[in-house]
Every structure is written in structure tokens, then in C-alpha cells.
């Protein structure tokens, strides 16, 4: 059996999300996956739900990165609204934001304290500086004059 070629390939795209919840430990990967099919499930449908393709490519209890299909990405985004309870906890699934890539989606949208800057071109500024700020990750800012 042959591969489809990349231009035949149905296009995705990653959202990133983060939970809310009232209490402090981490959700299980089965128990937030359960919860976000059976809302969509009763959302939409086994015809819409099956449209949507959702396949969660990371996720630390937290946060995650999910990939769905090109055309359902707003049909996702109301699915995952209807999420409110994981585990008998009350949590709301905040979309971060929507990339083409996984890549992008973790480093625009995913904050992670632990990676260090590895731009030559970075420079500590204190005080007041002026430009176009091109990249927001957790407390730093890109700009550009």
C-alpha cells in the first residue's frame, strides 16, 4: 500500500490548552481524554465528533498540545468549552492558542521556565524600551526596533 502524498494528506492543525481546576494535582491523560470525547460526544454527535480527528500529541496534566482536523477547528474549540468537570473536579479547558505546527504551538503558547534563550542577538534590557514586541514566552518579550 502506497503513502498518500503530502498534498493529498488531510491538513491539521495543534491547539494548545491549559486546564483550570479547583484542585492542585495533576489530571490523568486517560481521564481527561474520557471527559473531552464524552462532551463531544454529546455535543456533536458520532458524525461530528469523528470530523473533528482529535489525537492528543502532549500533554503534562496541565497543559498539552491536541491535533484536530483544518475544518473543525472551531467546531473543536466549542467541544472542548463544554468540558467542566474531570474527575469530580470543576475544570474549564482554556485554548492557549492554534498553530500549524507542534513545534510553534509549544514554544508560542506553552510556557516553559526551564529552556534557556539561546539568541545570540538577546540582550538584558531594564528600563523602558521601544519596537514592536513580535514574541510573548512567559516573562520574556521580542521586540523589534
Known sequence: MKIL???LREKKRYLAFRLVSEGDEPVDRKAFLDEVY????????DHGSSEIGYRLMDFNGREGVMRVSLGAVETARAALATVH???????VIVVAGISGTIRAATE???ASEDVPNTNILSMQVSGTASGIAVREKGDEIDIVP
Open 5 to 7: 502524498p503530502s498534498s
Open 38 to 45: 464524552y462532551s463531544t460526544q454529546t455535543l456533536l454527535g
Open 85 to 91: 468537570t474531570i474527575k469530580g473536579q470543576r475544570t
Open 108 to 110: 508560542k503558547y506553552i
